[in-house]
């Protein structure tokens, strides 16, 4: 009786984190469609920018902890051979804020969108970093990241950005 219980409550979850994945994916499919390419434009889907924001903060983590294989995986690989990045220098190319060993967060303040392709958006992400300590929590300053998106394989890269696009506007 009680592994009946423990398996329909997996199966539940199971379900629901589906259900929920599906949902995220069609919803970023029916964006897509409705944007022309090359146009950039403010992301005001919830569930888009929640899902941009959770990949940022991703990528954070990955630089504040040194884990230099995520970081490798994460990455643009166009930007990873343009700027000559390797397992050996992957942190300090990344790192230029230097916050690698802190507990810093980004809270995205802002999310551009351009459609690249019929399944891959690009995602100029704005956001402050913070420091979080035991007290208090500090900024840490302004940060800019380039996102892209593929809809069909839920596949994303990042590449840092110098944030011309906000710059610009």
């Known amino acids: 009786m009680k592994n009946k219980k423990t398996i329909s409550i997996v199966l539940s979850i199971v379900l629901a984190v589906l259900v929920f994945a599906l949902i995220i994916v069609e919803r970023i499919k029916y964006q897509n469609s409705l944007d022309s390419e090359g146009k950039v434009y403010s ?18 983590g990955y630089i504040s902890n040194g884990d230099k294989e995520n970081l490798l995986l994460l990455l643009n690989k166009e930007y990873i051979e343009n700027n000559g990045i390797n397992s050996n220098n992957v942190i ?3 790192d230029t804020m230097k916050f ?15 459609k690249v392709s019929n399944n891959v958006m690009k995602y100029y ?7 979080e300590n035991i007290d208090e929590t500090t900024n840490y300053g302004n ?9 069909d394989t839920l596949i994303f890269d990042v590449s840092p950005y110098d944030g011309k696009v906000f710059k610009g506007e």
């Open 43 to 60: 992301v005001d889907n919830y569930s888009v920018f929640f899902t941009v924001d959770e990949c940022a903060n991703r990528f954070i």
């Open 125 to 131: 992400v704005s956001g402050k970093l913070y420091m």
């Open 143 to 151: 940060y800019y990241l380039e996102i892209n998106i593929d809809s």
């Open 92 to 94: 300090n190319k990344i």
């Open 100 to 114: 690698k060993d802190k507990m810093i967060t980004m809270q995205t303040e802002k999310v551009l969108a351009k």
